[in-house]
């Protein structure tokens, strides 16, 4: 059995979690009561899934999903960079949510026939939270990008600067050539981009042009920001080690 | 030109076993489809339902509490008004 099946796990899983952690910072401060539960809703939706993959990934390298999460070091994360840049402002987080869902999604309609029966079941189960996910923050990114100017304008330099960091969750993985457990990133890119393109086309976003991704998650590179999601989220089980509720 | 305020909704969900829509709380929204998915969100956390409807309050007509006596009283004493002689089959308990 190749790795390429522990990385995509790792890789799905770590993105949500590292996500959901950084979304749960809106609790008692989103914009209103309503956002403020269903961001809260999406964070519980991902950590629920993230126990899953980092349960599969865990049982093949010898560790369990609490392990994984909150003893690892920064460098051994394999969350999408998309799912480690800031918070910013609350239109900044729908515009990441919702490239992250395009992703996501994108992802686990690929592996509905994922030859490793686990990580199927797995997609298959979490693809009905995506895609109410998916559903709730392109909403979100249609009106705020056909509102006031502001909105209009701050949703346009959330996508220009969140992009590059987009494109780094189509880098392929893949250990040979014709991995049959790694997925198709090429056709993924190709698909994910084209339905953004088509939903920005009916508001005042433009959709940038470039695919200049960035990369080095795969080689243990991230951004400052993630240390500080870590530290946050892995000190109580840093110090204490094996506490338990 | 787009308002600014988000009128109030009344939500109603119907559970997996159950046969009609009940209230469950207010919630803001802009319009239908935020109406439809801030319920979703806020009152079907706990898997209590299948159905949702979202009315606008002010198209919910209300009567007057004030009124109570006026239009309920009539109800109570007259048993010769209620079918209670009848002998309802075990099928149809639910009538």
């Excluded at chain 2, 009940?22 to 969100?41: I, K, Q, W």
Aim: glycine share 6%.
């Amino acid at each position: 059995m190749s790795e390429s099946d522990v990385k995509l796990a790792l890789r799905i899983g770590d993105s949500a979690l590292i996500l959901a952690q950084q979304n749960s910072q809106w609790c008692g401060k989103a914009p209103s009561v309503e956002e403020d539960v269903a961001l809260a809703n999406t964070a519980l939706d991902l950590i629920g899934q993230a126990q899953l993959w980092l349960g599969y990934a865990g049982e093949k390298l010898g560790k369990s999903a609490d392990e994984l999460a909150y003893r690892r070091d920064s460098n051994a994360f394999l969350n999408v960079m998309l799912c480690e840049q800031k918070n910013g402002d609350y239109g900044n987080t729908i515009m990441r949510q919702y490239l992250f869902d395009s992703w996501h999604k994108a992802v686990l309609l690929s592996m509905q026939n994922h030859l490793v029966l686990e990580l199927n079941q797995i997609a298959k189960k979490s693809i009905k939270e995506v895609s109410y996910h998916l559903r709730r923050s392109r909403d979100l990114v249609m009106r705020l990008g056909q509102g006031s100017e502001v909105s209009i304008a701050k949703m346009q330099s959330s996508i220009d600067r969140l992009w590059s960091s987009f494109g780094e969750g189509f880098s392929n993985f893949s250990i040979h050539e014709n991995d049959e457990y790694g997925l198709d990133f090429q056709a993924l890119e190709a698909s994910c981009i084209e339905q953004i393109q088509q939903d920005l086309q009916q508001t005042q976003i433009i959709c940038p042009e470039h695919r200049i991704w960035q990369k080095g998650i795969l080689q243990g590179m991230h951004s400052e920001n993630l240390g500080h999601i870590l530290t946050d989220m892995q000190f109580l089980q840093k110090t204490y080690p094996n506490l338990k509720w | 030109m787009m308002s600014t305020d988000w009128p109030l909704w009344e939500i109603f969900i119907r559970g997996q076993h159950g046969l009609s829509h009940r209230h469950v709380g207010s919630l803001h929204a802009p319009d239908e489809t935020m109406a439809l998915n801030n319920a979703r969100d806020v009152y079907t956390r706990r898997n209590e339902g299948v159905s949702i409807w979202a009315v606008r309050s002010t198209d919910i007509i209300a009567s007057d509490p004030d009124d109570k006596e006026e239009l309920f009283e009539a109800a109570k004493s007259k048993i010769y008004r209620h079918p209670s002689f009848f002998e309802i089959p075990s099928e149809v308990k639910k009538l």
